[in-house]
């Protein structure tokens, strides 16, 4: 079992900058992607950013440019800078996991982007 914790949620004005965290414990090894997916009210989930254990990146066409992520294999985290923000980009962000056939979620943390 993976257990992962989101933080860095916020309220924040448009053009302005958030550094989200995801901390994952448990059984850690042999997880190969992590990401961040976002979920607006009324939208469905969508992938934003994520990275395999290569360093692999891939990344939403509407936050390229603008966002980053990036891992800390020594603190078992995953970050996502933001910055640039606009209002669209107000949601629920969620940490993924892919371990195997498996996948776990955090609980999410709620960006707000205000105009």
């Known amino acids: 079992q993976v257990q992962l914790v989101e933080s860095g949620g916020g309220l924040v004005q448009a053009g302005g900058s958030l550094r989200l965290s995801c901390a994952a414990s448990?059984?850690?090894?042999?997880?190969?992607?992590m990401a961040w997916y976002r979920q607006a009210p009324g939208n469905e989930r969508e992938l934003v950013a994520a990275?395999?254990?290569?360093?692999?990146?891939n990344y939403a066409d509407s936050v390229k440019g603008r966002f980053t992520i990036s891992r800390d294999n020594a603190k078992n985290t995953v970050y996502l800078q933001m910055s640039s923000l606009k209002p669209e980009d107000t949601a629920v962000y969620y940490c993924?996991?892919?371990?195997?056939?498996?996948?776990?979620w955090g609980q999410g943390t709620q960006v707000t982007v205000s105009s």
């Open positions: 993924r996991a892919n371990q195997g056939s498996s996948l776990y």
């Open positions: 448990g059984i850690i090894f042999r997880i190969n992607v």
């Open positions: 990275m395999s254990i290569a360093g692999t990146t």
